[in-house]
């Protein structure tokens, strides 16, 4: 398959002006007539008319009123040509598709009897003939035409113009969207549906109708994602001062999807997942989600939407703004600086779980990607997250009300446009008048920057010196890499834990500077420094660097419990944890004596005991890192004495705290009414957060208070905490539970994926297990969720068991990628991306990982997605 340069752009030959589309909708024969007025685009020297189109038949095609013959253009699986086309042209297209078929998801698919579109990022080329790229926006009118009893409901982008009955059983609607837009964001959706709609006062005074659009029996799950719509709606209001600039905004779910959501302009269609919620089947964590990606979509409607991407190498340019921007939505809903502390963390927590290994592996590439294969290869979380954290790292370079100045002159200057990423920056590098040249790097080069602290403190002139030096490892075709722009926050505890004043060159700082670093090595030396101070480094996270230096476990209990970075804080617990796991490990492999000392132990219990702190606080730091965590660690991975080296460790916990913990599970309760406030949903994480670790050590008492919890229940959030405990402690009742659960809940297709997902990562499911619930006859593999639940679940979720010595884990992997990617490439590439890292493994794994790679990539009918990312793996 054929790579893709980003440096290869050029313009597209042609531009379009209007699009007219009717659809006749229906499952086996769908027709679809497009007419496109075009014209030549000065910028392009190219002389043909070309469009993409896939997977369909092509019944006509006319040209200013005339019928083009079989010589007037050229015609392959991918692209229609029209060579010496006139200066403007009107295109009148008929092709046939069949959604019904359409299991990839991508284009027109029919899910549960109802017609669905996804066209991001090249699905319009598979419902008909056009320029499909982003940098060609164009003004859609949609008319579809469908069954009445069976598709009641027609939606698409932007008003409703006009409805009616066609006479024969079939009806109509025209929708208009106002605002031209890339064929990538164009939706339809054809269906059964019931909604729940507000009309809602916008700041300027015009009123907008909101609409959540979900199938029968679910309008009493759709209160908080119309809710978290009316949040961001008034947040960019409010922070950005963005409108929403029509009158109409939908959201629809639907349970057979690819990704989380689609941001199709006045349209978002949502995955279920992230917009059915009560507190009988969704979770803290649902909710959450559901938050988080109604206001992601949300706001994609200014970043990119209103200002949309050049060509996809420029993803980021939305993706990145996008995720900072929801970020920032969601802290702002929590309200208090604790609460933004809390989710601070878990960005962290992300980006080191997901986004660390990818910039370490065979698929790491820029925030900004050079080439690719397949772009639904590149919607990744170093676009997402990572490229987040670049706009975050701009925001404390130049400060909120820089960032907003920012904003303010991007949107002046490219609204209505497709850009890149560099306008962005440049907008915000003009309006603040910063330089932000070096700091394109950090769109340019990939990999993990790692940045070495050394200190040294002289007493006589009251110097401290802080060394700062940079490197960044070697990543596929990017063997050297340039110092990138890091902007580095710190500050100095004194011995009595409070902040010192901070003066760099003789500037005053207040208690913490955010210093840049630019060059491989700065030193930068603080004056005035009564005492030997603890260094606080990268406060907040401030860049998406490894830092490394040489705490002493003295200095980390210090931060531990006193620094006023609650970042940071967080930070030195997690790394008193991973060198006492370090240790565990290695111990297992050796077959030697398992010890964990008492000033951890103690450590933890003063953190887990004090009140003064969020509960949501205390959870985040008692939390350890992760098996993979642990494993990115390590030279020569080992899951198996991972696992039992954490398992030692939760369990000392679990023993150690035990009356702490009881303690915390009592003060924790939230009585009354479920509520899925932060402040609430904190303390039901920390009161699980209690009994987890207390299914850690099991015991008749500790595992009839998780009996007791599952038996009385009054909400999901607290039902999967105590099925998960009983679980792992493998307490008798667990059985029991499980059974219990399904059968309570097996009409929630959302709570079904938990009751799989539960039992794919749970520490006693192997691969017979796994083959086992496949058997199931829940199970379906044409569900992209039900998919994720289990079999993602399994190969990506529990490594001790997925990494089993006889390479059973492998085997199932290669035939689950084969399955999937027969019917939905995108979601078969995702699972193929479980295995990125293989050579890290010990030998005796390395071996069935790689012949499971060869296996995959011998496929003959493998997709471009599959076989770019095993080929990756192998290179
Ligand atoms: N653009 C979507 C989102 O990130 C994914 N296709 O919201
Ligand atoms: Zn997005």
């Known amino acids: 398959p054929a790579t893709i340069y980003r440096q290869d752009y050029l313009p597209p030959s042609y531009l379009v002006d209007t699009v007219e589309l009717g659809f006749d909708l229906d499952p086996a024969r769908t027709i679809v007539a497009s007419r496109l007025t075009m014209r030549r685009n000065p910028d392009s020297a190219e002389r043909a008319i070309v469009l993409c189109g896939e997977n369909l038949e092509l019944v006509a095609l006319r040209m200013n009123g005339k019928t083009l013959g079989k010589r007037e253009y050229a015609i392959d699986d991918k692209t229609l040509r029209i060579p010496n086309a006139p200066e403007r042209a009107t295109l009148e297209i008929e092709t046939l ?16 009897g109802n017609f669905f579109t996804q066209c991001e990022a090249e699905g319009f080329r598979h419902i008909t003939y056009f320029p499909d790229r982003p ?68 700041a ?49 779910a639907v349970g057979d999807f690819n990704m989380g959501a689609m941001e199709n302009k006045g349209l978002n269609i949502f995955n279920t997942k992230y917009v059915l919620a009560n507190p009988r089947v969704a979770t803290d964590t649902d909710y959450a989600g559901i938050e988080a990606v109604v206001g992601h979509e949300y706001f994609h409607n200014w970043t990119g ?27 702002d809903m929590i309200g208090t600086d604790s609460g933004r502390a809390v989710s601070r963390i878990e960005q962290v927590r992300t980006l080191r779980q997901a986004q660390f290994p990818e910039d370490a592996g ?75 040249a070096q700091f394109e790097l950090w769109y340019s080069q990939a990999g993990t920057p790692v940045v070495r602290a050394d200190t040294s403190y002289d007493a006589e002139a009251k110097t401290y010196t802080l060394t700062l030096s940079q490197s960044c490892p070697p990543t596929p075709g990017q063997q050297s890499k340039a110092p990138f722009h890091i902007p580095f926050a710190v500050g100095l505890l004194g011995a009595n834990g409070r902040d010192l004043p901070l003066t760099i060159d003789g500037v005053a700082h207040g208690t913490g500077a955010v210093l840049e670093l630019l060059e491989a090595r700065q030193r930068f030396v603080f004056t005035d420094v009564a005492e030997a101070p603890t260094p606080s480094l990268l406060r907040d996270f401030s860049a998406p660097v490894i830092l490394e230096y040489d705490y002493s476990d003295a200095e980390l209990l210090h931060l531990f419990s006193h620094d006023s970075d609650p970042v940071n804080r967080w930070e030195a617990g997690q790394r008193l944890a991973m060198a006492r ?7 297992v492999a050796a077959g030697a004596k398992l010890e964990l000392d008492e000033t951890f132990i103690n450590a933890l219990r003063k953190m887990l005991s004090d009140a003064s702190l969020d509960a949501a606080f205390r959870e985040q730091a ?37 009356a702490d913990l009881f303690a915390q599970y009592d003060a924790n309760q939230t009585p009354g009414p479920y509520s899925p406030d932060a402040g609430s949903a904190g303390r039901r994480g920390l009161k699980n957060l209690a009994l987890a670790y207390l299914a850690a050590a099991p015991s008749p008492a500790n595992n009839a208070l998780a009996k007791m919890q599952f038996d009385t229940a009054g909400n999901m959030t607290d039902r999967v905490a105590a099925l998960g405990a009983l679980i792992h402690a493998e307490a008798e009742y667990a059985s029991d539970a ?54 993602f679940a399994f190969c990506a979720g529990n490594p001790a068991q997925f990494h089993a010595a006889d390479g059973s884990g492998y085997a199932f992997w290669a035939e689950q990628v084969g399955a999937l990617d027969a019917l939905n490439p995108q979601v078969a590439s995702r699972l193929a991306r479980s295995m990125d890292r293989w050579r890290r493994y010990a030998p005796a794994l390395q071996l069935p990982m790689k012949k499971a790679l060869q296996q995959v990539a011998k496929g003959k009918k493998l997709s471009n997605d599959v076989r770019e990312v095993v080929g990756k793996a192998l290179t």
């Open 305 to 331: 939407n209103r200002v949309t991407c050049r060509d996809w190498f420029q993803l980021s340019l939305k993706e990145g703004l996008t995720v900072f921007r929801d970020q920032e939505f969601s802290a």
């Open 622 to 658: 008692l939390l350890l890192p992760s098996e993979s965590m642990i494993a990115d660690q390590l030279e020569t991975v080992n899951p198996q004495a991972i696992h039992l080296a954490r398992q030692f460790m939760r369990r000392t916990i679990g023993t150690e705290l035990r």
């Open 204 to 252: 300027d005074g015009r009123e907008a109708l909101l609409q959540v659009w979900v199938e029968e029996g679910n309008l009493d799950k759709t209160n908080y994602a119309m809710q978290s719509l009316k949040n961001s709606i008034r947040w960019d209001e409010q922070r950005y001062g963005l409108e929403l600039d029509l009158d109409r905004f939908m959201i629809v």
């Open 97 to 112: 598709t069949a959604p019904r078929q359409n299991t990839t998801l991508n284009g027109l698919y029919v899910s549960n």
């Open 135 to 202: 940098d060609v926006m164009a003004k859609f009118t949609v008319m579809l035409r469908a069954d009445k009893q069976r598709y009641p409901v027609l939606l698409s982008n932007g008003n409703l113009i006009e409805e009616g009955d066609l006479g024969d059983g079939r009806h109509f609607a025209k929708w208009e969207d106002p605002f031209k837009k890339p064929s990538y964001l164009f939706a339809l959706v054809a269906a059964r549906l019931e909604c729940q709609e507000e009309t809602f006062a916008l």
């Open 362 to 436: 065979p698929m790491a590439h820029p925030v900004r990607p050079d080439s690719f294969v397949e772009i639904n290869n590149f919607y990744t979380v170093t676009v997402y997250e990572k490229g987040a954290e670049v706009v975050r790292m701009i925001q404390t370079l130049v400060g909120r009300e820089g960032f907003r100045k920012g904003m303010d002159l991007y949107f002046a200057r490219h609204d209505g446009q497709a850009v890149e990423c560099d306008d962005f920056r440049r907008a915000m590098a003009d309006a603040n008048g910063r330089d932000l």
């Open 581 to 587: 796991l370090l240790k565990l490990t290695a111990a």
């Open 738 to 791: 499980l059974a219990r659960f399904y059968d309570d809940f097996e009409h929630e297709a959302l709570v079904v994926d938990k009751w799989f997902s539960m039992q794919a990562a749970a520490p006693g499911t192997d691969v017979a297990a796994v083959r086992e619930l496949m058997l199931h006859p829940a199970f379906n593999i044409k569900n992209p969720n039900r998919v994720r639940s289990l079999v």
